[in-house]
């Protein structure tokens, strides 16, 4: 995994776990999936506090940057 620069306008939410600061990965995949292309995007929390943040590894990966994002960003009892 990558952690990559967000772009203007993009925007993660901290942790929904820690609180922590988050960072977007690009994941290179070690053979295409017919679902998401040879790369796929993922978002994780920064801080491993040693493994005990829940959001330190995302293991859910996304086809888009965007999809990634969203997902993160994506708060349970919060209205679009």
């Known amino acids: 995994m990558t952690i990559v620069k967000l772009q203007p306008g993009e925007v993660l939410k901290s942790c929904p776990f820690c609180g922590g600061e988050a960072a977007l990965e690009s994941v290179e995949e070690p053979v295409p999936s017919p679902y998401r292309g040879a790369g796929s995007w993922s978002v994780g929390c920064m801080t491993d506090e040693e493994g005990r943040c829940y ?4 293991l859910t990966t996304f086809a888009r940057r965007s999809e990634a994002i969203a997902a993160w960003n994506r708060r349970a009892g919060e209205k679009e």
Request: overall charge neutral.
């Open 55 to 58: 959001g330190y590894q995302s």
